[in-house]
């Protein structure tokens, strides 16, 4: 009998799931999948589960294909001579071929006076421990969003539509869409009641927020949803990072430092140009680093992976959202889609980010990635926002 090809894939979220599905395509494969939680995150509704509108996660019985091990457990170190990875609980896993992704988190800077105040929305656990904080507070108490990205902007306005007084404070708001598109965005935030506040917050306090200028701002819950970074799984391994910690590749996904390596997601810098965080890239790109994998295996070059960015969405609440389009090298053109045809077109990208993932899962292979930029232009690969 053969022995299979033993596959690692280290992270469970949009990238992870698409990849352990992808790699089932091949009998003589076998995949083990290491995720901290038992279930699939809907990262991109934190937001809703925060507020209560939804419970942001999904049983991976309905997204993973079946013939995939899970450990629910976190990885500490990789072993590149040894092709191990050590787990938290002190197990170890021997692999062929490894799929790094890890996915990204909130980073607070330590030097932030009052950071300890501050509740990040970027994880499930983060998104809960607000939800508890959110049931403990009478409605009226003021709560500061920090942020002006996509994440940031969502939550403000899904708090605010809760029946919340909000204030949205950042250095700029919406930097990532088009002219006409912030316009939207900032539309809908005064429709609702939130105030804007273009000043970055330098202080938290339990009760308030300092702005950069010195004003101070009522705070009951300072939001926290600017700054990201990645875990430190690859720089502590000696794996080649960028200064965030991501995972420098070549533009097939494999780590510059060894090709049983390959990496996709939040946690991937290909040529040090990296994708803007987004399930957006990330499912495509675990799609990829799956090819490469199988393509190494059969002892065939593997592609490029161009992804393609075609669009921004933001939802504003459940009856609102902006969808901001733009070229595939996720530069935004003066074109977007408002109001509730553009809440309804969120909710649906929500959706088939999940209808993709159980059609990968069923028919590995199925899942139809498209071609992008070419990267050698000097605007792809930015990164501005989560989502």
């Known amino acids: 009998m053969t022995e299979k090809t033993r596959v690692v894939v280290i992270g469970g979220g949009y990238a992870g799931v698409m990849a352990a599905n992808r790699l089932n395509s091949a009998p003589d494969v076998a995949v083990t999948m290491v995720n901290p939680r038992p279930q699939f995150v809907e990262r991109i509704r934190l937001h809703q589960l925060a507020v209560g509108g939804d419970d942001a996660v999904v049983d991976f019985a309905e997204v993973l294909n079946p013939r995939v091990e899970v450990i629910v457990d976190?990885?500490?170190?990789?072993?590149v001579a040894a092709r191990r990875v050590a787990l938290a609980s002190g197990a170890r896993l021997d692999y062929d071929y490894l799929v790094y992704a890890v996915g990204s988190t909130a980073a607070i800077a330590p030097t932030l006076p009052g950071a300890e105040f501050v509740y990040p929305l970027s994880e499930f656990e983060q998104a809960q421990r607000l939800r508890e904080r959110l049931a403990d507070l009478a409605e009226p108490a003021p709560i500061v969003v920090?942020?002006?990205g996509l994440t940031g902007i969502e939550?403000?306005?899904?708090?605010?539509?809760?029946?919340?007084p909000v204030t949205l404070a950042a250095a700029a708001?919406?930097?990532?869409?088009?002219a006409p598109g912030r316009r939207s965005v900032y539309k809908r935030l005064r429709k609702l009641g939130v105030t804007v506040l273009e000043e970055s917050v330098v202080e938290?306090?339990?009760?308030?927020?300092?702005?950069?200028?010195?004003?101070?701002?009522?705070?009951?819950?300072?939001?926290?949803?600017?700054?990201?970074?990645?875990p430190e799984l690859a720089a502590v391994s000696g794996l080649t990072t960028d200064e965030l910690g991501r995972l420098i590749t070549d533009e097939t996904l494999t780590s510059i430092d060894d090709d049983r390596i390959i990496a996709a997601g939040d946690a991937a810098a290909p040529s040090g140009k990296p994708y803007r965080m987004s399930c957006q890239a990330g499912m495509p790109m675990g799609a990829r680093a799956a090819d490469t994998v199988l393509a190494r295996i059969a002892g065939a070059v593997p592609a490029p992976a161009t992804i393609p960015m075609s669009g921004q969405c933001i939802s504003l609440g459940r009856r609102a959202g902006t969808v901001q389009v733009q070229h595939?090298?996720?530069?935004?053109?003066n074109l977007y889609i408002g109001g509730r045809t553009g809440a309804f077109v969120k909710e649906q990208v929500c959706r088939f980010t999940i209808k993709f993932l159980r059609g990968e899962a069923r028919n590995p292979g199925s899942y139809r990635t498209l071609k992008g930029p070419d990267r050698s232009e000097p605007t792809a690969g930015r990164t501005v926002g989560i989502r």
């Open 74 to 79: 976190s990885a500490t170190a990789i072993d």
């Open 328 to 333: 595939k090298d996720d530069t935004p053109i």
């Open 155 to 164: 939550a403000a306005a899904e708090f605010a539509e809760a029946g919340r």
């Open 204 to 230: 938290v306090s339990a009760d308030a927020v300092t702005l950069a200028d010195g004003r101070r701002v009522p705070s009951a819950v300072t939001v926290w949803t600017t700054g990201f970074g990645v």
């Open 173 to 178: 708001v919406a930097p990532s869409l088009s």
């Open 146 to 148: 920090v942020g002006g």
